[in-house]
């Protein structure tokens, strides 16, 4: 059996950067399962799984293009401090989770700050970076309808 459409893919992999930082890896816990072919993870990646048979490893290269976007300038923004918290200690780097106006949560990162202001990325943390995935493939199997209908795999 082979990935195609509509199967159900587990893998093990680790992400590195171009730094050779390790930044996330599935070997010490349950391997990353997901429906082939819905959009589940990163564009690039997905291409390069297709036709990959349960045992192949595969080292695959991904650039920012198809991973998680290029770095959009205006996603980063000026808040008033007032906006946040006034016990929120706060510190560059961090990330912070707020709410839209129709109550979806979303994440950003702290760039600086001053007593008044906070500047926020709203990218995603890996948005401009080269991805390498180390990846294995362990195992293969149709999705069931419900997990189609649902779009997660149970």
């Known amino acids: 059996m082979q990935i195609a459409k509509d199967m159900v893919v587990a893998m093990h992999y680790t992400l590195t950067l171009d730094s050779g930082d390790v930044i996330d890896s599935s070997t010490d816990r349950e391997p990353l399962q ?28 991904i650039q920012p293009e198809e991973g998680y976007g290029l770095v959009n300038e205006q996603l980063t923004q000026t808040v008033s401090r007032e906006q946040l918290p006034s016990d929120l200690e706060l510190k560059q780097g961090m990330s912070l989770t707020g709410c839209n106006e129709k109550g979806r949560q979303f994440e950003v990162n702290v760039k600086s700050f001053t007593d008044s202001d906070v500047v926020i990325d709203m990218n995603h943390p890996l948005a401009g970076k080269v991805l390498t995935f180390e990846t294995e493939i362990v195992e293969i199997r149709e999705a069931s309808s419900e997990e189609l209908d649902h779009g997660h795999v149970h």
């Not at 429906?35 to 290269?61: C, F, N, Q, R, W």
């Open 34 to 61: 997901f429906i082939y072919g819905h959009g589940m993870i990163i564009p690039g990646l997905e291409k390069e799984l297709s036709a990959l048979k349960i045992g192949d490893k595969k080292s695959v290269t």
